[in-house]
């Protein structure tokens, strides 16, 4: 049984890669696909469809579980209102106001707020490893951004759309703390599809209020593309993987993958839209897999092993 648990532990190490290589091609996408209808219906439609296909696939699996669902009602709630529907509203709105290269480099910074709230309120253990590895990672992150210049990170100007980043941060982060609470009790599975679900009624609410809902049947072809790849790749398959990663090694650990971001995003933008590359960011994202290769393959933390529901831990 042992071996099994640490085959499965080294496994999501894996799979855990394929998370920031999803969303590090949603920032592209989602740029496109909101010149041509509004953000909040970008994200409806993305989870919308997202949701009911991972109900379809928890349906046929037999996964549907009420009294998990009525224990830990309040928890996926919250999952859902932070980590879906503020989170990705704060998100395709500020893509409208600034870059994805200064969207990225806030959202990089969401693993210092995780690993800083999951030690502090989840009791999860830290070391030196995690410590070092994390600031290595996050100086291979900044390289990427300003390609090694001073001068373009002197010259970042933040505005209204960086503001609506920082919210979209905090409710990452807060997302992934609860969520480390919740699926003690809750399969990975399970979570993603109701908290895409419910996540996605609220977002729905929200675009009733918006006019020209016809614009949608006007996408182009390569919009319908990348909307798909948000569906499938970037909130199906990424969003699951992610909760695995959280139920599995923690919040802490897990977090630490959201520094490849921004380098799937400069590898992405090189392969499909031309762009250059420079040795900087070549020796950034060697500083990154060398940084979340020493968190991640740190000392096991120690996790919380709570069982009660979300709502009884709070006073």
Known sequence: METQSAQKNISIYFWLLFVPLFWGGAFGAAKHVITEISPIKAATL????????????VLIRSNWNSD???????????MSITGIFSYNAFFFIALKYT?????????????????????LFLHESW???????LLLSLTGVFLVITKGSF?????LSFNKGDLLFIAALVSWVIHGLIGKV??????????????TLVGSIFLAIWSFFEDDWSSILSLSKQSWIEMIYMIVFATVIAFFLWNKGIH???ASKSSIYMNFVPINAAWIAVLFYDSTITWQQVVGMMLVVIGVCI????KRSKNIKSKRPLSQQFP
Not at 101 to 108: C, P, R, V
Request: aromatic residues 12%; charged residues 10%.
């Open 127 to 133: 070391s030196k490893r995690i410590i070092y590895g």
């Open 248 to 250: 599995e090694i923690g």
């Open 99 to 119: 870059s994805a290269i200064n969207g990225s480099l806030i959202m990089a910074t969401s693993p210092v707020f995780i690993i800083l709230g999951a030690i």
């Open 295 to 298: 968190s991640t393959f740190s």
């Open 151 to 155: 001068q373009i990170f002197l010259s």
């Open 68 to 78: 998990m669902l009525k224990r830990q009602w309040f928890g996926l709630l919250l």
């Open 46 to 57: 993305r989870f919308g469809f997202a949701g009911l296909i991972l109900l379809t696939i």
């Open 182 to 195: 919740v699926m003690q009790g809750v399969s990975p599975l399970f979570t993603t599809t109701i908290t």
